[in-house]
């Protein structure tokens, strides 16, 4: 017998030993997703969706977001616009790529288990599906699923995993102004002893002021402005040590903004935390303080009042 012969027949014998010995070692390694790939039947995503409850793995009481009169809330607060509708895009093109497993002992494999991370999903017609958010797959941007009650686990593509651990103060709104340009007519920015106001004239020119000197606003300046405006969006809520920052400071930063023939005002006050390389701003009609990216609140200010120098 040559060797070419002896080689062939080790392939051949070894192929067998993997194929008898499967039902061994597949308890150990996880195979890859396409091994089962089958033509699944589809998830029933409620097209009219208004209710959707997030209960991460680490958290005991469920997240809620529910839509209400047409606006979305969670725990009676606006929910932030962005993330709702990045969530709502992600469940209705849900669909099975391929079913990876049908065996629970390989739930925590895919990350599948009862204890891991659920989305239930709630239409006004009275249709609900419950998912068992997994693992992120080897596939990019693709994950695991599992519906809450049955054994199949599902390959998906989707970025569900990014929505289910975000707290309350994630979902709900921080967006502090989202004006039109065109309904602006006085703009005032206070700093110590610094106080600029824009104002449109009966030309529609912008007027910056300070001290009695004034000059017309330049394009460039003025989209710079507008830019750091439209909108306006803070990136967390402050904590208990932020809070207290803000309310040491006596001359804060003033801003006010005018808007319409109604004369409607908006007016923020601003403290910069050096510390933590934040500006915490609160507006005049609510309780809350917010924080804003140091670089956000800079051009906010620094475009109003650079406009003299």
Known sequence: MNNNTISILGGIFFLLLVVVSQ???????????????????????????????????????????????????????????????????????????????????????????????KLKIEGEAGTALELIVGKTAP??????????GVN?????????????????????????????QDSLVNISVKKGWQTVVLSKNENDQWLATRNGEERVVGEVALDRLFDSLSPLRATLFANQDQVKLYNRQINPVTIELIQGDDQDT????????????NWLIKPSSSDEIYVLPLSVGNVLIDSSLTLFE
């Open 23 to 117: 039902p061994y070692w597949s308890k150990y390694i996880q195979m890859p997703t396409l091994l089962r790939q089958q033509d699944a039947e589809e998830l029933n995503i409620p097209d009219d969706i208004y209710k959707i409850s997030v209960n991460a793995s680490e958290v005991e009481e469920a997240v809620v977001l529910e839509k209400v009169d047409g606006n979305w809330l969670v725990t009676g607060f606006d929910v932030d616009t962005e993330q709702i509708n990045l969530l709502l895009e992600d469940l209705k093109s849900l669909h099975i790529d391929s079913t990876v497993s049908n065996n629970p002992d390989k739930f925590d494999t895919y990350g599948a288990s009862d204890s891991a991370s």
């Open 152 to 180: 199949e686990v599902y390959l998906v593509q989707s970025n569900l995993h990014n929505f289910v651990d975000k707290r309350i103060e994630d979902w709900r709104d921080k967006t502090l102004i989202d004006t039109d």
């Open 139 to 148: 596939q990019i941007g693709s994950i695991y699923i599992r519906p809450v």
């Open 266 to 277: 908006q007016s923020f006050t601003m403290v910069e935390n050096k510390t933590e390389s």
